[in-house]
């Protein structure tokens, strides 16, 4: 009798909120690589947290869990000193750094000056550049936006274990610049196996090519209050910059028309069918979770993130175990 076969589950981070309490930074990673998780991800919002810092500082206060930054604005770094950076992180932490780089939100680089005229040039040119860095090259760029002459990062600078360079971003245009130039990519959520599927399509990657899926979590022995408690992290989906997430899903249109015909983001998320907010985020029972996690994998995903949500975060992060 042959043995059953199971969906391939991806392994399973957490995401670092961006507003977690000062004090709770360290005990949350911590507790985070005590539980078991895979990785735990850091996020440089404009106005929240600096992601270098952040992940120096959970590197230094971990012993094995994977760190990623999710991500880090190319418009924000100069490509040659961005490698600089994460050659040091790599170098001190062998094989347990991942950076993410995309075209940040558009709303915050205009705000300081740094979108630019082309960002899917931009893009392919900083990615490209910046891995060729990271495997010790001396890249001639003349570029429309990258410029190196002779550059090129010392033998002692360089990592034993060069770091995976991904892309957040969305839109398949940019999900294409992705799978030329990326190690990987990085969904940000809500990542549903169809929103996968449709998106590797369009990164069209020839190359071994990672996927990381960011997801609201939210897992107890109670579904019913998993799911209420997973609604507010869905306030934003169904706006504009949030469309193609949602797009390949068969209620896409129902959606974008329940978000036009609520005044606030709170009778949004009040609103959602308990269906609609399952194939948004990974929530229910552990068993449930799991078997989420496990259609994401078997969609394509090699790494799940989940954001924890409510008022307590190391709670959360307990809860969140159960499916690890």
Same mark, same amino acid.
């Given at each position: 009798m042959p043995s059953p076969t199971f969906p391939p589950s991806p392994a399973v981070g957490v995401l670092l909120p961006r507003d977690l309490p000062t004090e709770l930074i360290l005990p949350f990673a911590r507790r985070a690589e005590e539980l078991g998780f895979a990785s735990v991800w850091v996020v440089e919002d404009l106005g929240f947290r600096g992601g270098i810092t952040q992940a120096a500082t959970v590197l230094a206060s971990t012993s094995r869990i994977r760190v990623g930054i999710g991500l880090l604005p190319a418009g924000a770094r100069n490509v040659a000193f961005a490698a600089m950076e994460t050659a040091s992180l790599a170098q001190l932490f062998p094989g347990r750094t991942d950076i993410g780089v995309g075209h940040g939100m558009p709303g915050w680089m205009r705000s300081v000056g740094q979108w630019p005229g082309s960002p899917l040039t931009f893009l392919h040119e900083y990615i490209d550049a910046l891995r060729a860095l990271l495997r010790g090259e001396a890249p001639d760029v003349r570029g429309r936006y990258v410029h190196l002459d002779g550059v090129r990062l010392e033998r002692g600078?360089?990592?034993?274990?060069? #770091?995976?360079?991904?892309?957040?971003?969305?839109?398949?245009?940019?999900?294409?610049?992705?799978?030329?130039? !990326?190690? =990987?990519? &990085?969904?940000?959520?809500?990542? !549903?196996?169809?929103?996968? +599927?449709?998106?590797? =399509?369009?990164?069209?990657?020839?190359?071994?090519? +990672?996927?990381?899926?960011?997801?609201? =979590?939210?897992?107890?022995?109670?579904?019913?209050?998993?799911?209420? !408690?997973?609604?507010?992290? *869905? /306030?934003?989906?169904?706006?504009?910059?949030?469309?193609?997430? &949602?797009?390949?899903?068969? @209620?896409?249109?129902? *959606?974008?028309?329940?978000?036009?015909?609520?005044?606030? +983001?709170?009778? @949004?998320?009040?609103?959602? #069918?308990?269906?609609?907010?399952?194939?948004?985020?990974?929530?229910?029972? #552990? /068993?449930?979770?799991?078997?989420?996690?496990? /259609?994401?994998?078997?969609?394509?995903?090699?790494?799940?993130?989940?954001?924890?949500?409510?008022?307590?975060?190391?709670?959360?992060? /307990?809860? *969140?175990? =159960?499916?690890?």
């Open positions: 600078a360089l990592p034993d274990v060069v #770091p995976d360079v991904l892309a957040g971003v969305r839109g398949p245009r940019s999900l294409a610049v992705s799978g030329e130039v !990326a190690d =990987g990519t &990085i969904l940000a959520e809500p990542v !549903a196996p169809e929103y996968v +599927r449709a998106a590797l =399509g369009q990164i069209a990657a020839t190359r071994p090519h +990672r996927l990381v899926a960011y997801n609201i =979590g939210s897992v107890g022995p109670d579904p019913e209050a998993a799911l209420a !408690a997973a609604r507010p992290g *869905l /306030e934003w989906i169904g706006e504009p910059d949030w469309h193609a997430h &949602i797009a390949p899903l068969p @209620f896409a249109g129902e *959606l974008v028309e329940l978000r036009a015909a609520c005044a606030t +983001r709170e009778e @949004f998320v009040r609103r959602l #069918p308990d269906a609609w907010v399952a194939q948004l985020a990974v929530t229910g029972t #552990p /068993e449930a979770a799991r078997a989420r996690l496990g /259609e994401l994998g078997a969609a394509g995903v090699t790494d799940a993130v989940l954001t924890p949500v409510g008022p307590d975060p190391l709670g959360a992060l /307990e809860s *969140l175990a =159960g499916v690890v």
